[in-house]
């Protein structure tokens, strides 16, 4: 398939582009700063900027999918449904899918009758609640969103460097936990439940997660 990711030197990003190559797949990296990359095997680079719809237009133009793996700042802030917005204008332009790695604040917590993530301290302790409630306000943009063919992913509550083991757990919108009631998944793994997604469509407008 033919692949852009935006935010591709980024911790999702660049695991996400890995697993791409890995599969063998045409990919088309982006980040927004003009920096030097040799482009290998199937993949090339371009600078471009996820929130400027132009940018989207241009570099999701004859790809099967555009992957968003870009952050926002720790405060929160409107910038990544800012950036959901711009997304969905373009790719409305191209026809491409599009998925975007979020967090995990959308996500229900488990047997606590539908509170989110974004409302509970055990996942979310306050230095980070401004940007789990961007992630439910980007989330929300897809949503309102028509004719768009999106999938927004949640990874667990923990997302860490790690190894990529394809032994996870799959859910829509509810955290996966753990025996001890921890949820977590490595970037390595976040990406292969990303690529899954990408050849096997299961979750399209809609969200999913992932998690041991």
């Not at 990919?27 to 989207?56: I, M, N, Q």
């Not at 999938?151 to 025996?179: H, I, K, M, N, Q």
Request: glycine fraction near 10%; include cysteine; aromatic fraction near 4%.
């Amino acid at each position: 398939m033919n692949i852009t990711i935006f935010g591709a030197t980024g911790q999702v990003g660049r695991r996400v582009l890995d697993e791409a190559m890995l599969r063998g797949h045409q990919v088309t990296a982006v980040s927004r700063s003009a920096v030097a990359h040799v482009a290998v095997d199937s993949t090339s680079w371009e600078t471009g900027d996820a929130r400027v719809p132009d940018d989207v237009v241009r570099l999701s133009r004859g790809r099967d999918v555009v992957i968003s793996a870009t952050s926002g700042p720790r405060s929160g802030g409107d910038e990544l449904a800012i950036t959901a917005d711009a997304l969905l204008r373009g790719v409305t332009t191209t026809g491409a899918r599009l998925i975007v790695a979020g967090g995990a604040g959308p996500l229900v917590v488990p047997g606590s009758d539908g509170r989110l993530v974004l409302d509970d301290p055990r996942f979310v302790p306050e230095p980070i609640r401004g940007v789990a409630r961007a992630c439910v306000d980007q989330l929300d943009a897809l949503r309102r969103s028509s004719g768009v063919d999106w999938t927004y992913f949640s990874p667990s509550a923990d997302l860490l460097p790690g190894e990529r083991t394809e032994r996870f757990r799959v859910a829509r919108d509810e955290l996966v936990v753990d025996s001890d009631g921890a949820s977590t998944i490595s970037f390595e793994d976040a990406a292969v439940a990303i690529l899954d997604e990408v050849e096997r469509p299961k979750h399209q407008r809609t969200v999913f997660t992932a998690g041991y």
